[in-house]
C-alpha cells in the first residue's frame, strides 16, 4: 500500500464548478499535511497547509480527518488557471529532517 | 533573486555514463533535497542534507551520490546512469514547513 493515495483523475469540470479532491495516509503518526500544486511540466507549489481544525484560502479549503487519516481539499467557483496536478503530502513522523512523502498527484482540467 | 536553480534542464546521456545535476540556491536554507518524479510514483527521495557536509539517503538513493561542501550548492551524481534513471529530478530547500523547488531537470538515459 502506498503511503500517500490519491484518486488520479483527471477531474474535468467546467469554469464556476466546485470540485474537492481526497487523499489517504498510511501513517497515523504523521503530523504535517500539505496540498501542493504542480502545473504541467513545472516543479511543485506549496498551495496550502492543512491544519486539523480545517483551513481555507479563498476559493480553497482544506481539511484533515485524523481518526480516518483522510485530507481533502475543496475548490470553489474553478477558474481556467487552477487546471494543474495537485498533490497531496504528509511529513514523516518524529522526523526533525522533515521528510517529505508526496502522493501521485491528482489531475485537475478546467474548461470553458 | 533566483532562488533555485538547476543545471542542465535538459540532459540526454548514454548507458553507463557519469552525470552530475547541478543544484544552487541564493536564499542560505540548511536543509535541501534530491527528488526524483516518475508516472505512477510521485515524488520520490533520494537524498537530502541538513547542512554542509551533512548528507542522509532517502527513499531510493542506489546509484546516485551527493555531495555539500557548500550551504548553497548541492550537487547529485549519477555514478554509471542505466535507463531506468532517465526521470525528472527536482532540487528543493526547505524554510520552516515550505518546501521550494528548483525548476527541474529531464534526464533520458538511451
Known amino acids: 500500500r502506498k503511503e500517500v493515495e490519491q484518486d488520479p483523475g483527471p477531474f474535468n469540470v467546467p469554469e464556476g464548478a466546485t470540485v474537492a479532491f481526497n487523499c489517504t495516509y498510511s501513517?497515523?503518526?504523521?503530523?504535517?499535511f500539505f496540498w501542493y500544486r504542480q502545473d504541467c511540466r513545472k516543479e511543485p507549489k506549496l498551495l496550502m497547509s492543512?491544519?486539523?481544525s480545517g483551513n481555507e484560502d479563498g476559493r480553497f479549503t482544506a481539511q484533515l480527518n485524523r481518526a480516518s487519516q483522510y485530507i481533502s481539499l475543496l475548490i470553489r467557483d474553478s477558474k481556467l488557471s487552477d487546471s494543474a496536478t495537485y498533490l497531496c503530502?504528509?511529513?514523516?513522523?518524529?522526523?526533525?529532517?522533515?521528510?517529505?512523502?508526496f502522493g501521485s498527484g491528482t489531475r485537475l482540467l478546467v474548461r470553458p | 533573486d533566483a532562488g533555485i536553480t538547476q543545471s542542465p534542464r535538459y540532459k540526454i546521456t548514454e548507458t553507463g555514463r557519469q552525470v552530475t545535476l547541478m543544484c544552487h540556491q541564493t536564499?542560505?536554507?540548511?536543509?535541501m533535497f534530491w527528488y526524483r518524479q516518475d508516472l505512477g510514483h510521485g515524488l520520490r527521495l533520494i537524498y537530502y542534507s541538513a547542512a554542509a557536509d551533512i548528507t542522509d539517503k532517502g527513499e531510493v538513493p542506489d546509484g546516485y551520490v551527493v555531495s555539500r561542501s557548500k550551504t548553497e550548492n548541492f550537487p547529485l551524481t549519477l555514478e554509471s546512469a542505466t535507463r531506468s534513471q532517465t526521470s525528472v529530478y527536482f532540487c528543493?530547500?526547505?524554510?520552516?514547513?515550505?518546501?521550494?523547488f528548483g525548476p527541474g531537470t529531464r534526464l533520458l538515459v538511451l
Open positions: 492543512v491544519y486539523s
Open positions: 501513517n497515523s503518526a504523521s503530523q504535517s
Open positions: 536564499w542560505s536554507h540548511s536543509y
Open positions: 528543493a530547500s526547505k524554510l520552516g514547513e515550505t518546501q521550494y
Open positions: 503530502v504528509v511529513n514523516l513522523p518524529r522526523d526533525s529532517s522533515y521528510k517529505l512523502i
